[in-house]
């Protein structure tokens, strides 16, 4: 592990507030529906009446802290093997789980029992990203400082490695056995595995951030440092859009969907904004702002240290609605949109950010990880929620949910991971 291991959370630093009068806008979960002519500035308000007022004595704010002392155990499985955060998971088509953690492991093990199956040494960072290929027969680990390695499942042996610039994503080809991964260095790389055949894409001097691939599997889209988003031919390796120069949104992207649809992309930036593209057309289909501004001094808010980051750091598209996409920003507001008129639909006060969203395979629930260390289901047809799933006692960095709908894994800064039931 290097010193430049990622932070454990941005809540830590970003939300902390030791003044017992000041608002908790934790305590705050409420879904406001949103027609057409609604103003979300104005969404804050109703959210500060609901909760009743301003901020709570001592007597409640001691109550709230042996509350979250005793966090209620909802996980039917918990594993305990590494040491330190874990910042990513996985999960195979065969219900196996990989996690990768501070103390430079990975370990794949059985979601039904929780027994580890085997353990991926060999990294001397901390393990950033995982991922099963298409058929889970393959498995990728990479470590921060850019070293990934390729396992055989069964084997339980690594087959493949490669040393890159300092990793910041990494995703399997969802139809072969193509890597790919993005560094900060602003390069883009593919394998084909084990061949080992490597292709390189050019490279614009900026972080790559995030990377996904287009349905039909032949293009890659990346988001980039600089607010950039671009779009290249993975045979050719040639860039075939650039949304930038006023097109692309004006800070870093944080956060990067595709559509089921093969043509639309999501791109959730540090700015407070998500722009919708059409790869296709290389056209900017529309803006979304996701911003939700707290109260001011005057309505009970002078007792917060700073304003909770606006920053989108989640966005999706429903796979079970078309028309359906979903925004979270670090200031712990949930917004379901309508693509089509690019409206919002719903918007959610959660209580806190999330690191991460999940999807259900078959049904139009949402799934988020938050920072408060529990998860959360919501039914985006109407911003309901759906259950609250508790048990970890830090942030949770990152969620997956297996193939069958039966089960959600996550994985935390309190170094465990649990597996929660999704069949009542």
Known sequence: MRDN???????????????DDAFNINDIIEVIDLDDN????????????????????????????????????MAKKVFLDHKGSIFDVAVSPSNLAVTGGEDDLA???????????????????????????????????????????????SSQSKIWEFETG???????????????????????????????????????????????????????????DDGSVRVFDLKTTELAHQFSAG???D????????????TLIIAGSLDGSARIY??????????????????????GMSNMEETPSHTVEVVGFCPTLPNIAVTGTLAGFISIWDINTQQSRHVIAQGCGSSQLAWHPTEPILFTAGLDGAVRAYDVR???????YTGHRQSILAIDVTKDGTALVSTSDDGTARVFSLVS
């Open 5 to 19: 291991t990622p932070p454990r959370s941005p809540s830590h630093d970003e939300f902390d507030n030791n003044d």
């Open 38 to 73: 609604t103003n979300l500035e104005d969404v804050a308000d109703q959210l500060i009446a609901a909760a009743g007022g301003e901020g709570e004595d001592e007597e409640e704010m001691d109550e709230d802290e042996d509350s979250e002392n005793d966090v209620t155990e």
């Open 107 to 153: 370990h794949v093990w059985e979601i039904n029992t929780g027994n580890k199956v085997f353990t991926c040494t060999g990294h001397k960072d901390s393990v950033t990203c995982v991922d099963f290929n298409h058929d889970g027969s393959l498995l990728a680990t990479g470590d921060m400082a850019g070293y990934i390695q390729v396992w055989n499942v």
């Open 166 to 224: 300092d990793l910041n994503w990494m995703k399997w080809h969802h139809a072969s056995n193509v890597l790919l991964s993005g560094t900060n260095e602003g390069e883009l790389w593919m394998w084909l595995i084990p061949q080992g055949n490597t292709r390189t894409f050019p490279n614009y001097g900026v972080a790559t951030n995030n990377g996904g691939l287009m349905k039909d599997g032949k293009r890659a889209v990346l988001g980039y």
């Open 247 to 249: 097109l692309a949104q």
């Open 251 to 262: 800070s870093a992207i944080t956060s990067l969907a595709t559509h089921e649809n093969n």
């Open 278 to 299: 059409n790869a296709n057309n290389g056209k900017v289909v529309g803006t979304l702002n996701c911003q939700v501004n707290l109260p001011s001094e005057s309505e």
């Open 382 to 388: 109407s911003g309901q929620a759906l259950e609250k």
